[in-house]
């Protein structure tokens, strides 16, 4: 199995690299940024990449954003994020497909460089290594955006504007409609997110949250 990593703490690859040849991995090239990995892909065509998900030079999401498109590029190839963090934008699109060649393992919960090395010979082959805690992760999101999309048009007008911080008031001045039309809006938005009442009375901030995390997402 011959396999390319992207891992910009250079302790951290150069370990990885031993690691995986003593196991008999041969890892074609070792790269600290997204550029550098698409390069090394396109050269050495592995049977996987090794991905973290932060890589320079924003620190963001570019190890992500690089190993969709390798799934789009060079579609022989698997891809295995191995990171810290669970980002689900770019991870649903990097599973969407079915999720063949494909595996997201988190660094804090491997402790076997044996499961390792075998998740990321199932994802050369073509299957699947996904960490539990990523797959209630993106499914979390997934069913959020569902019950977003469930709103009507007029629905997320009245949800973008509390999160505006407008006051039902200036919600029905601003579309010239009574209160009453606002608040039954309101109700319905509360019902599409499962949002019921409660003793707290938080609704209308976490009808708020979810809004705001779609928009980021």
């Known amino acids: 199995m011959r396999v390319v990593i992207a891992e910009d703490s250079a302790i951290l690859r150069d370990g ?14 070792a790269v600290g940024d ?8 396109a050269e050495h065509r592995p049977d996987a990449a090794v991905v973290d998900i932060r890589l320079p030079p924003t620190q963001t999401d ?17 891809v295995l994020i191995f990171s810290q963090y669970v980002e689900t934008k770019y991870a649903a699109q990097l599973v969407g497909d079915g999720g063949a060649g494909v595996g997201y393992l988190l660094k804090e919960r491997v402790v076997d460089i044996g499961e390792f090395v075998n998740a990321l010979e199932r994802v050369a082959a073509g299957g ?12 979390g999101a ?13 629905e997320r007008e009245v949800l ?10 200036a919600i029905a001045e601003s579309f010239g409609v009574s209160e009453r039309a606002v608040e039954k809006h309101i109700a319905n938005i509360f019902a599409k997110l499962d949002l019921p009442p409660s003793e707290s009375g938080h609704r209308r901030v976490l009808a708020v949250l979810r809004y705001l995390d779609r928009q980021g997402g």
């Open 128 to 139: 699947t290594a996904l960490d539990p805690e990523v797959v209630a992760q993106l499914f």
């Open 34 to 41: 997204a550029e550098a990995l698409l390069a090394a892909v």
């Open 16 to 29: 990885l690299v031993q690691l995986l040849e003593l196991r008999g991995v041969e890892v074609a090239a």
């Open 160 to 169: 973008g504007l509390m999160a505006e911080g407008r006051t039902n008031h």
């Open 142 to 154: 997934s069913r959020r955006a569902a019950a977003l999309d469930a709103l009507t048009p007029r």
């Open 62 to 78: 570019e190890g992500l954003r690089a190993a969709v498109q390798i799934r789009r590029t060079a579609p022989g190839t698997g």
